[in-house]
């Protein structure tokens, strides 16, 4: 393999308290110095001046609805797009079909991403099998095979006993069970906000309730059982609230966020346009304050897509029979870097340490860090690069996103896998 010197480029490397300008040396796939003016002997040189280089970004929370799903993603589709939006590496919900639920379905995963050459995938298990909330999967057959965390993403783990089972279960591979929480007896057919938007349109709602009840139930067990519980998607003040209060009680719970519950509210629904019909709900203008000052204070550990990728005409329904769920891969990067980190919400070193660092530290994976030694996973970022959201030319399979139009500033221009180009922008 080729050795890469990025010359030149800002270094922002959280897990370091590196924020510098100096050349980088990737060799055999490793990180191998930062420092000023190297000059190793037949490295291809890339000059980064002007562009930030940051630990490969990770997406936590990703939906590559292989197998079984393929009209609407493919691995290879999939980990193409994580590469265009800066991704070096993604985790993959086990909502397949047949679900992740067992090694077979694991190593098929991975053998499917190897081949893929794109993003690294990290596999995530079914919580119980068949994911229906009965009995547990076989996690110890999973984690060997290459799972990094057990979830039911898409649906709640319903029976408290079974959460339990599943808590404690998971304290012996010791990795986190992420969690959908939600409560859905409180909203048959609910499909969106319960709230002043909801009774205006004459659509059926979810009450914030729905997921604080769910976070609250958990951060219990976490506490009864000692496990590692990872609340995703996180969209409410009320479970934001109850994730900060387990944090001050020294509790091992974390929380992920997504750019759409940080940058729209559930008014984005009211011309029934289904590419606002995400789950969680967006919520209110209040809920968004609230995710906000988490990302600033600390009490949100990572920023992710939950990249949910639709054929086309299933969004086209009506909102009732739209699927939830939006793609993400493809403009996360840019609406951080121009939405929150361009206005000084939040600074570039804490929104890398949230789409990097944190996600790495979560899932227990290499990756998130600089560090000499590390794996050759990073990220060229363009500060001023201008980006318009055109779902037209994605690379991802799925076209629905509520960003469509949008122009924002700053976006991903390389991305590097082992030190390996798995993307460049032209």
């Known amino acids: 393999m080729k050795s890469l010197l990025i010359r030149g480029a800002r270094i922002v490397d959280p897990s370091q308290r590196i ?23 037949g490295a291809e040189v890339v000059d980064a001046r002007g562009l930030i280089a940051v630990p490969g970004l990770i997406d936590m929370h990703v939906h590559l609805r ?7 993603e493919t691995i290879a589709s999939g980990t193409a797009a994580a590469a265009a939006g800066g991704f070096a ?25 190897h081949r893929a050459g794109g993003a690294r995938v990290h596999p995530i298990g079914a919580t119980t099998r068949r994911m229906e909330g009965k009995e547990l999967s076989e996690m110890g057959e999973m984690v060997a095979a290459g799972a990094v965390a057990v979830s039911d993403d898409g649906l709640p783990v319903r029976d408290a006993n079974v959460m339990r089972r599943a808590m404690e279960y998971a304290t012996i591979f010791d990795i986190p069970v992420i969690e959908h929480c939600e409560t859905p007896e409180l909203h048959p057919g609910g499909v969106m906000n319960e709230g002043y938007w909801s009774t205006c349109l004459g659509l059926r709602g979810i009450p914030r309730a ?30 934001l609230e109850a994730v900060r209060q387990a944090k001050e009680r020294g509790l091992p719970v974390t929380c992920e966020v997504t750019p759409h519950h ?8 009211r011309g029934y346009d289904t590419r606002a019909k995400m789950k969680p709900p967006l919520v209110t203008e209040e809920d968004l ?19 949910a990728p639709h054929h086309e005409d299933e969004k086209q329904q009506d909102f009732d029979h739209a699927p ?60 001023e690069r201008p980006f318009r ?38």
């Open 324 to 383: 939830f769920g939006i793609v993400g891969l493809e403009t996360s990067v840019s609406l951080g870097l121009d939405r929150l980190v361009r206005p000084g919400i939040i600074s570039l070193n804490r929104w890398i340490e949230l789409m990097s660092t944190g996600p790495a530290r979560i899932l227990g994976v290499e990756g998130g860090t600089l560090a000499v030694g590390a794996p050759a996973d990073l990220t060229l970022l363009d500060p």
């Open 262 to 269: 940080l940058l729209l509210t559930d008014d984005s629904v």
């Open 210 to 239: 729905s997921e604080e009840i769910s976070v609250r139930r958990n951060v219990i067990l976490a506490e009864t059982t000692g496990a590692r519980l990872h609340v995703a998607h996180l969209s409410t003040k009320g479970a």
């Open 289 to 307: 304050e609230a995710l906000l000052e988490g990302l600033a204070d600390g009490t949100v550990d990572a920023i992710a897509t939950d990249h």
């Open 66 to 72: 292989e197998p079984g799903f393929e009209y609407k």
């Open 19 to 41: 924020d510098r300008v100096s050349d980088l040396f990737v060799d055999e796939g490793r990180i191998r110095a930062i420092d000023e003016g190297l000059s190793p002997e």
């Open 389 to 426: 959201v055109e779902p037209s030319v994605f690379v991802s399979k799925g076209r629905s996103t509520p960003f469509a139009d949008w122009e924002l500033q700053g976006r991903a221009v390389r991305t590097i896998v082992s030190g390996r180009s798995v993307f460049t922008l032209p």
């Open 89 to 113: 590496a993604v985790a993959a919900m086990a909502n397949t079909d047949p679900p992740n639920d067992c090694a077979a379905v694991t190593e098929y995963i991975l053998e499917k991403a």
